[in-house]
């Protein structure tokens, strides 16, 4: 069964960190780009940071300066390092992933289950 783990999630003050890992396993041939998206409650999902096979990130604007997406091929992992969290980056926070499966299939879309990260005094 193919699947992405995530982990690290959890409640920090305001300016603390905090490491989100995803793991893709599975009958998986290879793995396009990875990326974390969030949604906050009332509010539609948003891209925060993505990543191709290759290590080009690119991050949303409210994140610049401040959140860092990195990955290990060798490990099909992806991973977001937050610093500076302000309390408006509370949100549920879901790993994507362009997979290619066993027997040439793909490209498919792939989430992860969802990891909550609350920022509050």
């Known amino acids: 069964q193919v699947q992405l783990v995530e982990s690290g999630g959890g409640s920090v003050q305001p300016g603390g960190s905090l490491r989100l890992s995803c793991a893709a396993s599975g009958s998986i041939v290879s793995i396009g780009a990875m990326g974390w998206y969030r949604q906050a409650p009332g509010k539609e999902r948003e891209l925060v940071a993505r990543i191709t096979s290759s290590g080009r990130a690119k991050d949303a604007e409210f994140v610049k300066g401040r959140f860092t997406i990195s990955r290990d091929n060798a490990k099909n992992t992806v991973y977001l390092q937050m610093n500076s969290l302000k309390p408006e980056d509370t949100a549920v926070y879901y790993c994507?992933?362009?997979?290619?499966?066993?027997?040439?299939?793909?490209?498919?879309?792939?989430w992860g289950q969802g990891t909550q990260v609350t920022v509050s005094s």
């Open positions: 994507h992933a362009v997979l290619f499966l066993a027997a040439g299939t793909g490209p498919y879309d792939y």
